[in-house]
Structure formats: structure tokens, C-alpha cells
């Protein structure tokens, strides 16, 4: 069973910049894609992005295109989340997690088609 662990957040003020990271126990997620998500308080969890198990391509949620990028270090087995001019409505605890499917050609912004999540990492973008 793979666990993922995630770091890197915190309290930054409107304008800064967070990198998370998500680190795995198992060398095989190399093999899968990998996407992060958040939810905050009081509402449904949302995707964020996501990355193909090779690393040649992203997808990013309309809200965060163009400030966040999504990377990954195969051979240390880590994906990462840079975060870049952040907006309060950025606040929410965020969730790395593994595709379903090993080296799936296709990007999924469905929560449902994860089936391993990290416990989260609390962001707030707060003056």
C-alpha cells in the first residue's frame, strides 16, 4: 500500500509563493499519474492538477493556470506543486494522490479515479 506524504505548506501573505512537495513509499508510482487537490472549509474537494506518470504533461484547474506548476522527480519518487502569486481564495488544506490506472495516457481532474491520498498539507494566504 503506497503512502504519500505532503509538506511545504503554510502561512504566506497575497502575492507569495509555497512549494509543495509529495513524497511516496513505493518506487512504483513512478508509473502512475499524479494529481493534487484541495478543499476548504465547507466545501467539496477540488481538483488542482495533474501530472503524467512520465512527466511530459500538465493539466491545471482554470483557477490556478498560470500561477501553479506541477513537477515531478521520478528517481526520488517525489511530485512537487509550486505556488505562485497566491490569492486568499488559494487558503485550503491541500491533497496529493495516485491515479488508478499505471501509465495512463489520459489526464483525470476526477477524484474518484485516485485511489491513494496523502493526509494534506494546511496553505493559507492570509495578510
Known amino acids: 500500500q503506497v503512502q504519500l506524504i505532503e509538506s511545504g505548506g503554510g502561512l504566506v501573505q497575497p502575492g507569495g509563493s509555497l512549494r509543495l512537495s509529495c513524497a511516496a513509499s513505493?518506487?512504483?508510482?513512478?508509473?502512475?499519474?499524479m494529481g493534487w487537490f484541495r478543499q476548504a472549509p465547507g466545501k467539496s474537494r477540488e481538483f488542482v492538477s495533474a501530472i503524467t506518470w512520465s512527466g511530459g504533461r500538465t493539466l491545471y484547474a482554470d483557477a490556478v493556470k498560470g500561477r501553479f506548476t506541477t513537477t515531478r522527480d521520478n528517481s526520488q519518487n517525489m511530485v512537487f506543486l509550486q505556488m505562485n502569486s497566491l490569492k486568499p481564495e488559494d487558503t485550503a488544506v491541500y491533497y496529493c494522490?495516485?491515479?488508478?490506472?499505471?501509465?495512463?495516457?489520459?489526464?483525470?481532474?476526477?477524484?474518484?479515479?485516485?485511489?491513494?491520498w496523502g493526509q494534506g498539507t494546511q496553505v493559507t494566504v492570509s495578510s
Open positions: 513505493e518506487r512504483t508510482t513512478s508509473n502512475y499519474a
Open positions: 494522490a495516485q491515479e488508478k490506472a499505471p501509465k495512463s495516457v489520459y489526464l483525470t481532474t476526477i477524484p474518484s479515479s485516485y485511489d491513494h
